[in-house]
């Protein structure tokens, strides 16, 4: 499960992220998730979950979008939703360039101080 | 309610892509082709790099780490045959880039003109980390089913080259090549195709004519890049 090796450096960004600006506790971390980023978003929680119980930041979870898979082809000058992982222009066959779904992006973080439950 | 947003807009893999494209580039200033080399287990990646030191070994200076969860089984193999070090992972599914490091400081300073990785046999984590190869080559045997790069299509998205190996057994297995390499081309227009037995030496002068094609324009990149 190579997921637990990405949550590991998710959770390296986020703390030297959070350290810079002075913030621990409980956060909300947002990420976009290609579909063809290779990682499986519940697994990734998880990992992520774990990881970061032991930490000043215990409590913090992850909120992900899922990113659609689309090309561009240069040659119909159109974007396309890559579908069945095929990575032709259905128009002309001509090989399409990714514009996204490949991304495993960390969008923002989001505190919650100050939030009485 | 008081939230705050830090937005940020930075890969998770930011740092690993930097750190593997600097080593990248280290190898091809040096001159060495760096290939690596996945497949499920079983598939014939070690029989594939018997055969590539047998047929050219005399031609192209070839060293090999070697990964597996356990044993150095295919070190002891291919030992006799190249330079080789034997990278275990404990029970992890991939290599990273630390481990590959680690693994050439175990090799030396030794001029290499092609380094392989042969990577654990898995066709799902291993396309996650890049290992600074400039090559990477995913290999689908006639035993495994002709299904499988539509079920895995990440392995074969960030792959160059397709070997599909174990091909003297093609008469006795319900496998279509074509089939295969039409499925995987649609996932990757880029690939390039290699139809290779290591027991017979059907294609395997063909795979060392692509490995050194390869060679050869990474010297002339190089050398290019330093007259510009």
């Known amino acids: 499960m190579h997921e637990t090796t990405i949550a590991g450096r998710l959770l390296e960004q986020v703390t030297s992220i959070c350290a810079a600006n002075s913030l621990d506790g409980a956060v909300i971390i947002h990420l976009e998730v290609g579909v063809m980023s290779g990682v499986e978003s519940r697994l990734l929680e998880i990992a992520f979950e774990r990881l970061v119980s032991d930490t000043n930041l215990s409590g913090s979870g992850l909120a992900i979008t899922k990113v659609p898979l689309t090309g561009a082809c240069d040659h119909c000058d159109t974007t396309v939703e890559i579908r069945d992982f095929n990575f032709r222009c259905p128009h002309c066959r001509e090989p399409l360039r990714v514009r996204t779904g490949e991304e495993l992006r960390l969008v923002s973080i989001t505190t919650t101080e100050g939030i009485t439950p | ?228």
């Open chain 2, 1 to 228: 309610m008081n939230a705050n947003t830090i937005v940020v807009r930075r890969e998770v893999n930011e740092k690993q892509k930097i750190d593997a494209d600097e080593l990248r580039q280290t190898f091809a200033e040096r001159g060495t082709l760096v290939v690596n080399l996945v497949s499920s287990p079983g598939a014939g990646k070690t029989a594939l790099l018997e055969a590539t030191a047998k047929a050219m070994g005399d031609r192209l200076r070839m060293a090999v780490l070697v990964g597996d969860l356990e044993t150095d089984r295919d070190a002891q193999r291919l030992q006799p045959l190249m330079p080789t070090v034997q990278l275990t992972t404990g029970g992890a599914c991939h290599l990273e880039l630390p481990l590959v490091r680690r693994g050439l400081a175990a090799l030396g300073d030794q001029p290499v003109d092609i380094l392989f990785i042969e990577n654990v046999g898995n066709l799902v984590c291993p396309a996650s980390f890049d290992l600074a190869e400039h090559v990477r080559v995913v290999l689908v045997s006639t035993t495994e089913g002709d299904d499988k790069p539509g079920k895995y299509p990440k392995i074969i998205r960030t792959s160059h080259a397709m070997v599909v190996s174990k091909t003297d057994l093609l008469p006795h297995v319900p496998f279509s090549v074509d089939s295969v390499i039409a499925d995987a081309e649609r996932i990757q227009p880029e690939l390039t195709f290699h139809k290779v037995s290591a027991i017979d030496g059907t294609g395997v002068e063909e795979w060392c004519r692509f490995l050194t094609e390869k060679h050869r324009a990474l010297t002339v990149d190089v050398r290019e890049v330093e007259c510009s």
